[in-house]
């Protein structure tokens, strides 16, 4: 009896949690801004379940060592919503990896890089494959890797909310 109890008490509970997960964090829409840390650079960010990993726009890719480790330098060239104006940052980070992806367009090698974004008051420290994506209207996506620790998303709404984490807070 008190198994059956239980098995029936567990839809519930589960509905229940559900419930309050589901009040606790608003879905964000399919299109946000978010910031890349710590250069604080703003960035229209698209989430995509069709890739697995995320990419971010970067132009001028040289791969160099630094100390034995493979390393990458880019130019990440955007423009600022608000002014309008081009915004041109040259970063430097790690890599991590390297992803070989095969398309309509042949074999694309690129290197992955850890990068840090807020998007809304959350900061998330993720994988970044690097790619010129200057002809897309998007220059950032987030991947399914990414998109599992945001929560839910509603494809009917778009800049939901605006991105504000503090400087020196921890992911």
């Known amino acids: 009896m008190p198994t059956r109890f239980l098995l029936r008490l567990a839809p519930a509970a589960l ?3 559900f419930s309050l997960t589901a009040q606790a964090r608003e879905p964000l829409g399919w299109v946000e801004e978010g910031v890349l840390l710590p250069e604080n650079i703003e960035v229209k960010v698209k989430m995509d379940t069709g890739a697995l990993t995320s990419s971010l ?3 001028d890719i040289q791969r ?3 100390d034995g480790q493979h390393w990458v330098r880019f130019k990440v060239e955007l423009v600022d919503n608000k002014t309008g104006k081009e915004v041109v940052s040259e970063l430097e980070r790690p890599v991590l990896r390297n992803v070989k992806l095969r398309g309509a367009g042949g ?4 290197p992955v890089v850890q990068m840090t974004i807020c998007i809304g008051q959350q900061r998330y420290d993720e994988q970044f494959s690097l790619r010129n ?3 897309m209207l998007y220059p950032v996506l987030l991947g399914r890797r990414t998109l599992e620790h945001l929560g839910p998303i509603d494809v009917a709404r778009t800049f939901t909310t605006e991105p504000s984490c503090q400087a020196d807070a921890t992911p």
Do not use: E, N, W, Y
């Not at 074999?107 to 690129?110: E, G, N, T």
């Open 64 to 66: 160099f060592q630094r």
């Open 133 to 135: 994506r200057s002809k």
């Open 107 to 110: 074999v694309d090698h690129r």
């Open 57 to 59: 726009d970067a132009k």
């Open 15 to 17: 509905a229940c949690l």
